[in-house]
C-alpha cells in the first residue's frame, strides 16, 4: 500500500499530462509548461513533472519499466516472499513433529 495518499485521481493526472504535452510548445521550456499547469491544478510542479515521466514511460517513449510491469514485478515479489515464509514455517513444524516423535519412541 501506498504510504502518501492519492489527492489527484487518475482522471486529473491524466488531463494535466496531456496538458503538459500539448502546451509545452507555447512555453520557452518543458518546465516552464510543467509550473504553470501545476499551478492551476494545485499541485507541486515536481510530482507533475514525475506523472508526465510515467507516462512517457508507460507510452514507450522514454527508457524505463512501465506501471504495469512495476506492478506485477512487485507482486511476485510479494507472493515470494510469503512462500519463503511459509516454508519456513512448515519445515520448523515437520522439525518439531519429528523431535516429538523420536522423543516418544525413546520413553519407557
Known sequence: MSKTTNKF???????A???VLDHQGQH????AAIV????KIGCAAQT???WVKKAEVDGG???GV???MAEKLKALERENRELRQANEILRKASAY???AELDRRFKP
Not at 485521481?9 to 488531463?15: A, G, I, N, Q
Not at 520557452?28 to 518546465?31: I, V
Not at 504553470?36 to 499551478?39: D, E, T, V, Y
Request: net charge neutral; charged share 35%; hydrophobic share 35%.
Open 9 to 15: 485521481s487518475p482522471e486529473v493526472r491524466e488531463r
Open 17 to 19: 499530462v496531456r496538458m
Open 28 to 31: 520557452e521550456s518543458r518546465w
Open 36 to 39: 504553470s499547469i501545476s499551478a
Open 48 to 50: 507533475l513533472n514525475e
Open 61 to 63: 517513449q522514454r527508457a
Open 66 to 68: 512501465p506501471t504495469e
Open 97 to 99: 513433529f519429528a523431535q
